[in-house]
């Protein structure tokens, strides 16, 4: 079931931690997303919660008594070393830590605060290094936006870019789960073999065509067990919550190695998430229709169709991606934002992909990730890699500062933001998702 | 560097398990394959060593003070519920144990018995319920048999059946770890959706075309990290040891979803291995060289290249699959051999496969699996899945007690089965994967 606005959205509420209510923090009260962190280089990962510029240490809340009275499962999945166990709970079990988070940090009306044991439950976030929220089992990556794979399409087969699957499958592929990195993480750039002129030998170095692609993922909540399935009326049961994604790509190595199995050294070298994982239960406010499917297109089969996801299925998730050039940073120029898109633009829900994933009983499991694929829109400037955003380099973006791009240089950063606000609801953000493209190295 | 053969493979070698000293056992002293297995349901997994119809229980080892001398990574590695400890090993360490095993279990000359200890460290093999050896970070499916590329390739593009890359690139994809499972489990049929009749609505329901594929999968060892690559010089030393396994396939689910991304529920739901990992170190006896390239193919590029892999990268491992139906165990007519294949066969040498997976600086880490793709030989009779050697269902194949088989029904169980052999040396064998395939589920 979709969860529902309740208490914890109310825009009113203020929390006592006065930079979570600024207008312009991504973590106010109202959001209190979950990551990972080390705090000085001491011990193992603990679990927090974003709050302005804050983190709330959930096993010092636990050791301190503010989580009294929750299921015993809570307390003992807030004290782990990764956010696996609360992915594991049920919704009305995990919803539990949301209430409690929410009253212990609003600055009135809560039955119970965490604000006289500030000094040991809070940490500044500056001070907080960050790591991936879960341990992740498997990576699934879709291909979501009828958008992105049409301009793909487009440049592979004019004639008919979208090919006859597409509206019937959400068509996704197992991506690779080692080299997932947070956020902040240094991307190396790959080498990789790539196609030779006709008749000719391959070359093999350095990607002369790196790209991002702007994603959202979903962390997986308990999922199935082998051989059963997921019904779609159920999947939003199993989606934990969201964070942002960069899925790093080798054009040129996609290019030459892709058939018939799909892309493999491409993509495996790094991809990238935001630390902060967004609940399902925050997003609520943002829920939206599903897309609209444009008249003559297909009715999904009846395993993907549901009433609830066909009118809230859709979050409307604003996203930008942004690029930082050594050079721009030499010159101390801002990031440059190159496109700007929404979630909802998916030709499939989260939901529909979740059921569509155990459909034939592959089994889903707490902290399995799933990203949506290049969230791409109908416009140019929603575009969300430079593949479609420069059109394979024909036509290059001016940065700030008189460089172009056609593709990323070394040393570009790529920053990916992302937040939901609606009239009446408070704007709740995602962070930042970061990585700065490194040199080749030497040993490869 | 590719393991040489050493006192531990010397064909005059007894163990006092009397068992293992059965010409037909797979598991004589001379082999020494590594297991996870639980002992009457009693407590965690934990990890042992084949040995005739027995098992070594290697954490009891190490209780009775047998391991006593080895580096103390090796003992503690034993006492794991998995190999990844063991398998997380440099080579010259992990090579200790293989030593102390041999020493420990062969009726003379051994500087050091288990014997006086058997009734605490032995258990019967027929006692112990196999898990899978390893916690699989990652599973990753090449596809490096020539042979079975061309006749996959023949079905769809008759005219040109091999894609232009496949001899310059070791083509691969991701697979679905958390559906792995060990022998034994049943697998149930899947359900998805197959392709419509031209403007056609899709049909979603269980698969009609559901194939196996034989397999041999490579356990890695210690791996590298993130940004780092493996030279194929060094690839050897992060393959831990070798399964069998059966890449279960749904070829109509396959066919409608494959493009562009390659399978993904076509092979998700579920994927089978042999308990027993027969190390790197035990297989040096039958090493051959890599696959003879037909004049006129290219040579490997540089960094798929190496003199020693081309003298010895290869390995005489003979392989079998067979097919019991329901209806021939109720008739207690033996299993049928369908092919006879041998992964000597293969295009691509494993450490070719490692050197290219970690060509673009993706880590793999101890435990990742990586599938040799279905070996298929050049014969009819050694093709290695049922899409092959029915061609497609065209070509029937007729069991014994009068049922044919174009692809599998419910009830088929699939026997995998493989060993070496060699002049001078002993016979040494990988056990079984099997599997029964169970009829779609009504939750499907």
């Known amino acids: ?257 892709y058939q018939p199995l799909g892309p493999f050294l491409a993509k495996s070298f790094a991809t990238s998430v935001s630390p902060w994982v967004v609940t399902i239960e925050a997003l609520a406010p943002y829920r939206v229709p599903a897309f609209a499917r444009p008249e003559g297109d297909p009715r999904p089969l009846p395993y993907l169709a549901h009433e609830e996801n066909e009118a809230h299925g859709g979050i409307d998730l604003r996203l930008e991606v942004l690029l930082s050039s050594r050079a721009m940073r030499e010159q101390a120029l801002a990031p440059f934002s190159l496109s700007r898109s929404n979630l909802r633009a998916l030709y499939w829900t989260l939901a529909q992909m979740v059921a569509h994933h155990a459909s034939n009983g592959c089994n889903l499991r707490p902290g399995d990730l799933v990203a949506s694929g290049t969230v791409s829109g109908e416009a140019k400037e929603a575009r969300g890699c430079l593949l479609e955003r420069t059109w394979r380099g024909a036509e290059p973006l001016a940065l700030p500062g008189g460089e172009t791009r056609r593709f990323l240089e070394d040393g570009d950063e790529v920053i990916l933001r992302g937040h939901c606000e609606r009239e009446g609801f408070a704007r709740i953000g995602f962070g930042e998702c970061r990585g700065v493209v490194r040199a080749a190295s030497e040993s490869a």
Not at 18 to 45: H, I, K, M
Not at 80 to 109: D, F, I, K, Q, W
Not at 131 to 150: C, E, I, K, N, Q
Not at 235 to 256: M, P, T, Y
């Open 1 to 257: 079931m979709i969860p529902k606005v309740d208490g914890t959205h109310d825009v009113s509420l203020r929390s006592w931690v006065e930079s979570a209510n600024d207008p312009a923090t991504d973590f106010p009260v109202q959001n209190l997303p979950l990551g990972a962190f080390r705090y000085r280089d001491e011990g193992p990962p603990r679990i927090g919660c974003a709050i302005g510029d804050q983190v709330l240490d959930l096993a010092a809340c636990a050791e301190r008594g503010l989580l009294r009275g929750l299921p015993s499962d809570v307390g003992d999945a807030c004290r782990g070393t990764a956010l696996n166990g609360l992915m594991s709970l049920e919704p009305r079990v995990r919803g539990t830590l949301r209430h409690r988070l929410s009253h212990l940090l609003r600055s009135e009306g809560g039955f119970v605060t965490a604000q006289a044991e500030a000094p040991n439950v809070l940490v500044p976030r500056a001070d907080a290094e960050m790591r991936l929220p879960a341990a992740v089992g498997d990576y699934t990556d879709f291909y979501a936006s009828v958008f992105h794979a049409t301009n793909v399409g487009r440049m592979l087969r004019p004639d008919h870019p979208l090919l006859p699957n597409y509206k019937w499958v959400p068509i996704g592929y197992h991506g690779r789960a080692s080299s997932l990195v947070v956020s902040g993480t240094p991307v190396v750039r790959p080498c990789g073999q790539t196609e030779p002129p006709e008749g000719g030998t391959p070359a093999f170095g350095p990607s002369r065509s790196l790209d991002y692609e702007l994603e959202v993922g979903a962390f997986l909540g308990p999922g199935n067990a082998l051989g059963r399935t997921i019904p779609v009326a159920e999947a939003e049961d199993h989606i934990f919550g969201l964070c942002l994604l960069n899925d790093w790509s080798a054009r040129d190595v996609q290019r030459w190695e």
